[in-house]
């Protein structure tokens, strides 16, 4: 079982910068593929980044690739999403997640979320 906490979204300005922070619960926490998803209101949850467990590969979407970096510390349980050059589009929901496929491209493959945590980037 892994539970997990999102912490670090607010308002920021287009083209600044955000880090979210994930807290995650659990010995096995270092076993888990983890990743951020997000959801703006009116779509679908969209895969954003994932990690592999070991924190040596990564993978992000197109949309975000360049502008965002997702890393992990395992001695701490915590998976951090650094976010900059925000856009508008870049509003929503961001959910940490976990689960055991490489990548996770897709919501069907999570087995744990967080409760989410709001980033609205005004233009």
């Known amino acids: 079982q892994v539970q997990l906490v999102e912490s670090g979204g607010g308002l920021v300005q287009g083209g600044g910068s955000l880090r979210l922070s994930c807290a995650a619960s659990?010995?096995?926490?270092?076993?888990?593929?983890m990743a951020w998803f997000r959801q703006a209101p009116g779509n679908e949850r969209e895969f954003v980044g994932s990690?592999?467990?070991?924190?040596?590969?990564?993978d992000t979407s197109d949309s975000v690739k360049g502008r965002f970096t997702i890393s992990r510390d395992n001695a701490k349980n915590m998976v951090y999403l650094e976010m900059s050059s925000l856009k508008a589009g870049d509003t929503g929901v961001y959910y940490c997640?976990?689960?055991?496929?490489?990548?996770?491209?897709?919501?069907?493959?999570?087995?744990?979320w967080g409760q989410g945590t709001q980033v609205t980037v005004s233009s």
């Open positions: 659990g010995r096995t926490f270092n076993r888990y593929v």
């Open positions: 990690i592999m467990w070991s924190g040596d590969l990564t």
């Open positions: 997640a976990a689960g055991s496929r490489w990548p996770i491209h897709e919501t069907q493959f999570v087995h744990y």
